[in-house]
């Protein structure tokens, strides 16, 4: 009898509405489910594919259950509303906001033969409620050694109860994967750094800060999925660290090592010592412009970055080129709108120019995004807060032969996102590169109401891998 036992939500005959919306809310819909089948199972996956289609650490999926499907709300239509992206031997497509980049899901691209329909996974993260009785974080999958730290690390359980990790071997990879993500492959061939980073040499007008000390060819190459967005991150220049305003955004790392605490002043101080902040960031906007409940950023200098050539390859080009047709189509359809925003034009910070299919999207009056249009990748974050805007140089030095407004936006700085990163270690947090806030994350506030359980054990997980890191706790600001 005890099998039987069935919670009061989970009886026969009854079902739930839960109801799911990005951030302009273009897309909004609904699902209807068996209470019997609550809380729906969720799972984060790892895979190099989701995180350079999402920007983010990991996708945050659960399977509904079969027959069951989005009802859209009008005017937000899976035509109308989405952008689909589907990849070399993809058997799910890709799914999110055409205006705000958010990922909302993947759908299969052959019908279930039983039901006649395609089955879907769903962003859990863009749905009003996160409770455990609705929706339950269950496994990490492709959270593998080689790629730690990474979310896995950082988040081993919630609310005590520890999370699976799924890492199967080549030969297990199929259809024991979980149900619409699709086969896992890598991404694009990508340039390598040194040969990508000495191409540019060429043109170099001084926007990475130092010429030939700039050192190129140790930058940190930063790529969307389908290759359409591809720029490096150089690292620290000694002119970068004798900037009183930039210096702000350079940390040493902490050691817990007695004997490498005692280092030299001045070696501590070198430039090639000092890493880039990051962290993690729980907020509301962050949240649903990327259908993810955390998003990772480091932040840098816009003239530290290096734009190159897209990386793009057959099969990609030909899908940005459809791409392009229909959005030229759908700009057509919507005549009564402003669509300033969502073509990319309101661009004050030059963001597009890190990639032939990078558009924007204002997710408050102060920010502006950047995502990919082709793979819906989230790339870039701007802010006119005047902690990210230098004051204005002497109108004799500029220090870099710009002008004073084109110096000005050289030195604002940006937050990049991680899950584009490509660190030749395999290290999804390029912790070799990067410095990791680990006292707390931002946008706790919103991010606790929606999902404490998560919230909480992220930041106690985050905390512990700290001591053992760095042997303290890192807490550099909101920055």
């Given amino acids: 009898m005890s099998a039987d036992l069935r919670l009061p939500h989970q009886l026969a005959g009854r079902d739930k509405t839960l109801r799911a919306a990005c951030h302009c809310r273009r897309v909004e819909f609904t699902i209807t489910v068996p209470t019997s089948a609550l809380p729906l199972p969720v799972h984060l996956c790892h895979c190099s594919i989701c995180r350079h ?41 890709r799914l999110f906001c055409t205006t705000c980049g958010c990922h909302v899901g993947d759908r299969s691209l052959e019908p279930e033969p039983d039901t006649g329909l395609s089955s879907w996974v769903v962003a859990t993260s863009i749905f009003a409620a996160h409770d455990e009785e609705t929706f339950q974080i269950r496994s990490h999958c492709y959270s593998t050694p080689a790629t730690e730290p990474n979310l896995a690390t950082w ?20 259809d024991s994967t979980p149900r619409g993500e699709g086969r896992k492959q890598a991404a694009p061939a990508i340039t390598t750094t040194a040969t990508a ?26 790529q969307c999925h389908c290759g359409g967005v591809s720029f490096a991150v150089l690292p620290p220049t000694e002119q970068e660290a004798a900037d009183p305003f930039l210096s702000q955004f350079l940390q040493p790392e902490p050691s817990p090592d ?40 480091m932040y840098a200098p816009l003239g530290w970055l290096r734009p190159r050539g897209a990386a ?36 004050k910070f030059g963001l597009c120019k890190f990639g032939t299919t990078l558009r924007t999207y204002r997710s408050s009056p102060p920010v502006t995004r950047a995502f990919c249009g082709v793979c819906g990748a989230t790339v870039l974050y701007a802010s006119d807060s005047p902690e990210r805007i230098p004051p204005p140089p002497p109108d004799d030095h ?29 290290s999804v947090a390029a912790d070799q590169w990067l410095l990791w806030q680990t006292a707390r994350c931002e946008g706790t506030e919103t991010g606790t109401e929606f999902d404490r359980g998560f919230a909480e054990g992220l930041e106690r997980g985050l905390a512990e891998w700290g001591l053992k890191r760095y042997g303290t706790q890192v807490d550099f600001g909101s920055l």
């Fill in 53 to 93: 289609t999402h920007g983010t650490l990991s996708c945050f999926h659960a399977p509904l259950p079969k027959g069951v499907q989005p009802e859209f709300v009008p005017p937000s239509s899976l035509a109308s509303s989405l952008t689909g992206y589907v990849h070399a031997q993809a058997v799910a497509e």
């Fill in 155 to 174: 988040l081993p359980a919630i609310n005590g109860r520890p999370i699976h990790l799924w890492n199967p071997s080549a030969e297990d990879v199929g």
């Fill in 197 to 222: 980073a000495h191409d540019d040499d060429d043109d170099d007008d001084g926007s990475g800060g130092g010429g030939s000390e700039d050192h190129a060819d140790q930058a940190l190459q930063a």
């Fill in 258 to 297: 007695a004997g490498a605490a005692a280092a030299s002043e001045a070696e501590s101080a070198s430039a090639l010592r000092l890493k880039r902040p990051a962290g993690l960031c729980l907020c509301r906007d962050c949240r649903l412009v990327t259908g993810a409940h955390v998003v990772a950023w």
């Fill in 312 to 347: 793009m390859h057959g099969e990609v080009e030909e899908r940005r080129q459809q791409r392009q047709q229909q959005q030229q189509q759908k700009e057509q359809r919507e005549e009564d709108e402003d669509e300033d925003e969502e073509k990319g034009e309101d661009d």
């Fill in 398 to 426: 500029t220090g870099s032969g710009a002008g004073p407004q084109e110096e000005g936006l050289r030195r604002t700085v940006v937050d990049v996102a991680v899950g584009i990163l490509r660190d030749p270690s395999g």
